[in-house]
């Protein structure tokens, strides 16, 4: 036998010896040494049975209900503008693009642009109203008003287009009013800044 302690087994070599000498000794003296027989152990005897295993369970894997994924931000986004584009066609049917667009606390820009996109129709507008333009009519009494200024702008020698700005009317309005008061309002000169006289 090898140990790893070998200056102890040096060291009980002696006594080891002395009781191998005196086993020899009793034995050469006519000593017998006896082996006892086990006391109260009896070993469980082995039985063997014809009895199959009982067979095992099936196998049923159990169905896990994942929890859903949170949605993407683009996911989030389509939503809310389905659900605008949604709430913009059942409002469609009763209202006009621009009572939509104020029930909704949005822009027109916006209201048109679901429409072109989710084909969303709206209610025809009494009056007005994109893609259904009425012409506004003509206000004689203002007319009135504005050619009187207009011939008073006329003495001071302003030009037609410092006349439209003062007024806050455009070209074709203004051509309108002094071709039916018969006014004659003439064209600046080319380099000049007032009305030729």
Same mark, same amino acid.
């Given at each position: 036998?090898?140990?790893?302690?070998?200056?102890? %087994? !040096?060291?009980?070599?002696?006594?080891?010896?002395?009781? *191998? *000498?005196? $086993?020899?000794?009793?034995? *050469? !003296?006519?000593?017998?040494?006896? %082996?006892?027989?086990?006391?109260?152990?009896?070993?469980?005897?082995?039985?063997?049975?014809?009895?199959?295993?009982?067979?095992?369970?099936?196998? $049923?894997?159990?169905?896990?209900?994942?929890?859903?994924?949170?949605? !993407?931000?683009?996911?989030?986004?389509?939503?809310? #503008?389905? /659900?605008?584009?949604?709430?913009?066609?059942?409002?469609? %049917?009763?209202?006009?693009?621009?009572?939509? *667009?104020?029930?909704?606390? $949005?822009?027109?820009?916006?209201?048109?642009?679901? =429409?072109?996109?989710?084909?969303?129709?709206?209610?025809?507008?009494? #009056?007005?109203?994109? #893609?259904?333009?009425?012409?506004?009519? %003509?206000?004689?009494? #203002?007319?009135?008003?504005?050619?009187?200024?207009?011939?008073?702008?006329?003495?001071?020698?302003?030009?037609?287009?410092?006349?439209?700005?003062?007024? =806050?009317?455009?070209?074709? =309005?203004?051509?309108?009013?002094?071709?039916?008061?018969?006014? !004659?309002?003439? /064209? =600046?000169?080319?380099?000049?800044?007032?009305? $030729?006289?």
């Amino acid at each position: 036998m090898i140990s790893n302690h070998l200056s102890l %087994v !040096d060291a009980l070599r002696p006594a080891s010896d002395e009781l *191998a *000498a005196q $086993v020899e000794q009793y034995l *050469a !003296d006519g000593g017998k040494i006896e %082996v006892a027989e086990p006391i109260g152990y009896k070993p469980k005897p082995i039985t063997y049975s014809n009895q199959m295993p009982p067979a095992p369970k099936p196998f $049923v894997r159990r169905k896990v209900e994942a929890s859903p994924l949170p949605l !993407d931000k683009t996911d989030i986004r389509t939503q809310e #503008r389905l /659900k605008l584009a949604e709430q913009i066609r059942q409002l469609g %049917v009763t209202h006009t693009q621009t009572e939509v *667009a104020a029930a909704l606390s $949005v822009s027109r820009r916006l209201i048109y642009n679901y =429409a072109a996109r989710y084909d969303i129709t709206f209610k025809a507008p009494t #009056r007005g109203g994109a #893609r259904n333009l009425v012409r506004k009519e %003509v206000d004689e009494a #203002r007319d009135a008003k504005l050619a009187e200024r207009i011939k008073a702008f006329l003495e001071l020698g302003i030009t037609r287009r410092q006349c439209c700005g003062k007024l =806050a009317i455009g070209n074709k =309005a203004f051509e309108r009013i002094i071709t039916t008061h018969g006014i !004659d309002y003439p /064209k =600046a000169r080319r380099g000049s800044t007032s009305c $030729v006289a």
